[in-house]
């Protein structure tokens, strides 16, 4: 599954550097699929989500930090545990329960972010 920021966060930014996805960012602060990854132009996901690299995306949260679900990989492939909930000093970086997803997609989803 996902990570998630709780509301509890106090906008310290220790986790965002952490990401090896870049899928974190600011409350407020628009992103983009590209950032982070090797994805460009149009495309589909793994799980079938389509967009396209470069253009702007709205902020999932205007008050606190966020994590874009499609680029978490709750760093499998790069870490032996999620680097953000490592460094955060509120234990706010915690697992999405409305995002379920296997070691296998987290992987998979991975591959398809970084394919260099």
Not at 22 to 27: L, R, S, T
Not at 48 to 66: C, F, K, L, R, W
Not at 80 to 99: F, H, K, N, S, T
């Amino acid at each position: 599954m996902a990570i998630i920021i709780t509301d509890e966060c106090i906008n310290c930014g220790a986790c965002e550097p952490e990401c090896p996805n870049n899928a974190i960012y600011e409350g407020a602060e628009e992103w983009k699929y590209a950032e982070g990854t090797s994805l460009e132009g149009d495309f589909v996901l793994p799980n079938g989500n389509t967009g396209n690299a470069d253009e702007d995306q709205e902020p999932i949260s205007d008050e606190v930090y966020y994590i874009v679900p499609d680029k978490c990989t709750e760093c499998k492939g790069f870490h032996d545990e999620p680097q953000c909930a490592a460094v955060c000093p509120v234990d706010c970086c915690v697992p999405d329960e409305d995002v379920v997803e296997t070691e296998e997609e987290l992987l998979s989803k991975q591959a398809f972010l970084h394919k260099d």
